[in-house]
């Protein structure tokens, strides 16, 4: 029994001293590699730097109408921000009128935001005078056509009343001009001319063609380019946020050495007031903080700065589910019993106060995450893990190494569990 | 312990804590961050000291009500603070005119966080549902697995932790902003951990009830859980000051108000939840005169 109890802990050890190391450090075997935690994690805005902007449409549109505005704008939103060439730009609708741009690593962000809020990149410029004659902003529709007498699939563009205007008054000018290269008309849009179609008459109407030799693909890319030139509905910024790259990662060295060193004192004073006990509240405790990494990496939640907070803290909370056992093994060993059956009991009794603080301290991190948006969501969730997470290993964990460790009968000295 | 006896003691000095707090933040105000009242906050990386009056001259052409503040070690970030929401434009301008004064490259444009007003209120109207819904929620856990009382008292104990935190952020003026809230959320959670843990101990302690002696069953079950209580503060307390100590500005901003909550968490599950525990026990003894005790 007490060699296959110390085989059994000997076990235990060399598997949470191999996790704790693979999860500082990775590992490799063979041509697999596990990542070290640090670089499995995905990190927030403020962590890596970058932007979140928060875009309010300004509409009256509810219902259907809405919806189609809103997707519309995302679908924009898409193209523009696909030109920066982002990793993982993260473009959702929140609410009801609301659009929530989070890009990671953008280098200018000032520049990022008003490329992505701009209503109107879209440019109509005349080529004799080089004057813009309308912006994306007059362009009601753009889309895909087909006419009898075309062989090849149009662009049919649709201008607004301001647009039709203009634009008749300078497709009245340069058709009658006779040089070729000046009766041109050039669609911008980022200073990248997208389609230079010759104006053939004027075009009082407001309703105009692009024709030429296009495959429908290239006809639908045109026109989805031109409508992607204007926002379908003015936009506000409500809520932006930028952080530069540096700053995000002096915040996320120095809040990882505060946990480096809060844990260590945490793991130091449960070891000097418990003794035993406390060096398997440290196992456990290693334990925990693997459990809460890892589940981090799986359920891909983003590490942000009050997560990391919120971590630290759990760790000291983790401790707490060990105190109420220990103190209650102590109490129980005072009154004479051995110490198995004083563990035994200990449990026991802890059992009902540990589940009813901790239901309660998870109801308020479940109405946070119900609540909380960005970083306050992730702080919530870092709770709910780390709760989670310290009640299987103060009740599981630790009650299975103090059974193991009495099991190989080392000694009958109660001092040594703080008696 | 006669903690239960003193109680008119414990009761005083959370009042006057609170009072202080609540007294000082209505007459200078609280230091109410732009996430609630709208604004914009911007900073410069100058790479050099510059008077703070220099900085201010060039923030005045765009908004003289601004307020600036130098940071970080050497204190060459500038850290410019306004009420007024500026839009992606307006502050291009604002960090065009210094890029051309100290010739810097885009990235000393280090952050900004904008909010327009209306997310502010937002913000607080979500803040203070989170707070009602999660204290409605624990009461209805606490009633279900304790009885009703101990959740009332349970819930005085946590408004008596939100005030002594709004008090602290009010006497140390702490910025009143979105962290306040993950703050003030963490601290009810806390909190009510640690007072739970006393209740579980009168809950079993009920079994030796003698002539309904509710203060004594309180005293005894607070001196045996009294380590466990501080033992927990402690370890918990460790942590959040390597938090405060090593972390950065937006971090120590969060830790401070949680340093607070945790000692008025400690506080309060000693020396205020129990007593109120008492108080309704007894106010019920006298109303009902009914003499069997309950034991739930």
Redesign the interface.
């Known amino acids: 029994m007490r060699i296959k109890n110390a085989i059994i802990f000997i076990l235990v050890l060399a598997i949470v001293g191999l996790a704790a190391f693979t999860a500082f450090n990775g590992l490799q075997v063979g041509d697999r590699t596990i990542r070290p935690v640090k670089d499995s994690i995905k990190q927030g805005l403020d962590l890596q730097g970058g932007v979140f902007v928060l875009f309010e449409a300004q509409t009256d549109a509810t219902g259907a109408e809405l919806d189609q505005l809103m997707n519309q704008t995302i679908g924009v939103f898409r193209r523009r921000v696909d030109a920066f060439g982002l990793t993982e730009p993260t473009i959702v609708r929140e609410g009801d009128k609301r659009i929530r741009v989070e890009l990671p690593g953008v280098k200018n962000a000032q520049e990022a935001i008003s490329m992505i809020g701009k209503t109107a990149q879209l440019q109509f410029i005349a080529a004799d005078n080089e004057e813009v004659v309308v912006t994306g902003n007059n362009v009601k529709k753009a889309e895909v056509a087909f006419y009898d007498n075309e062989p090849n699939p149009v662009v049919s563009l649709e201008f607004d009343v301001e647009g039709s205007n203009k634009f008749s008054e300078a497709t009245g000018r340069l058709a009658q001009l006779s040089n070729q290269m000046d009766k041109i008309i050039y669609i911008v849009l980022d200073d990248q001319v997208i389609s230079a179609p010759v104006v053939g008459e004027r075009i009082p109407s407001g309703r105009a063609q692009i024709s030429g030799k296009f495959t429908v693909e290239e006809a639908s890319n045109l026109a989805s380019l031109i409508r992607a030139g204007a926002l379908p509905v003015n936009l506000e910024e409500v809520q932006t946020s930028t952080v530069t790259a540096t700053l995000g990662v002096n915040a996320l060295s120095k809040s990882v050495k505060a946990a480096q060193i809060g844990i260590l004192l945490v793991l130091l004073f449960m070891l000097i007031y418990y003794r035993l006990p406390g060096l398997v509240a440290n196992i456990a405790l290693t334990i925990y903080v693997l459990i809460v990494l890892g589940v981090y990496v799986a359920v891909n939640a983003t590490l942000t700065l009050p997560g990391i907070a919120a971590l630290i803290l759990s760790v000291g909370m983790a401790v707490d589910a060990n105190v109420i056992i220990f103190e209650r093994v102590k109490e129980e060993l005072k009154t004479g019993k051995t110490i198995r059956a004083s563990i035994d009991s200990g449990f026991k009794r802890a059992f009902r106060a540990i589940m009813d603080s901790n239901i309660t301290t998870l109801i308020a991190g479940v109405v946070l995450y119900q609540f909380g948006t960005g970083p306050i969501k992730g702080f919530a969730v870092m709770l709910i893990i780390g709760i989670l997470a310290s009640m299987f290993t103060a009740i599981v964990v630790t009650k299975f190494i103090l059974k193991l460790i009495v099991g190989m009968d080392l000694t009958k000295n109660s001092k040594l569990f703080g008696a | 312990m006669k903690i239960v006896e003193n109680r008119k003691i414990w009761f005083a000095i959370s009042a006057a804590i609170i009072i202080i707090g609540l007294v000082l933040g209505a007459v200078r105000g609280f230091n109410v961050g732009i996430d609630f009242t709208g604004g914009t906050l911007m900073?410069i990386e100058l790479h050099k000291a510059v008077p703070v009056e220099e900085i201010r001259a060039i923030v005045n052409e765009f908004d003289a009500t601004a307020n600036v503040n130098l940071l970080g070690e050497e204190r060459t970030m500038a850290q410019i603070k306004t009420t007024k929401d500026l839009?992606?434009?307006e502050?291009?301008e604002i960090?065009k005119a210094f890029k051309e004064k100290y010739d810097l490259p885009?990235?000393d444009?280090?952050?900004?966080?904008?909010?327009?007003p209306?997310?502010g209120k937002e913000i607080q109207r979500?803040?203070l549902?989170?707070i009602i819904?999660?204290a409605l929620?624990?009461l209805a856990?606490?009633t279900y697995?304790?009885e009703v009382r101990f959740g009332l008292a349970a819930i005085v104990a946590l408004i008596h932790d939100v005030l002594i935190v709004v008090a602290v952020y009010s006497i140390l003026r702490i910025p009143v902003n979105?962290?306040f809230?993950?703050a003030i959320?963490?601290i009810?959670?806390?909190s009510?951990?640690?007072t739970?843990?006393v209740f579980?101990?009168i809950r079993?302690n009920l079994r030796f009830l003698k002539k309904n002696n509710y203060a004594e069953v309180a005293n005894t079950s607070i001196t045996?859980?009294v380590?466990?209580s501080i033992?927990?503060s402690?370890?918990?307390?460790?942590?959040?000051?390597?938090?405060y100590?090593?972390?950065?500005e937006?971090?120590r901003e969060?830790?401070l108000p949680?340093m607070a909550g945790i000692m008025a968490g400690t506080y309060s599950s000693i020396f205020i939840a129990s007593p109120v525990w008492v108080m309704l026990k007894e106010a019920q003894k006298r109303n009902s005169g009914n003499p069997t005790p309950e034991v739930k």
Do not use: C, H, K, W
């Open positions: 900073e839009d992606s434009s502050r291009t960090f885009e990235e444009f280090l952050r900004i966080d904008q909010f327009g209306a997310v979500t803040a549902l989170a819904v999660s929620g624990m856990y606490i697995r304790f979105s962290p809230v993950a959320l963490t009810l959670g806390y009510i951990n640690d739970i843990v579980d101990r079993e045996q859980t380590s466990r033992n927990t402690l370890t918990t307390l460790i942590t959040i000051v390597a938090l100590v090593l972390g950065v937006q971090i969060f830790a949680l």
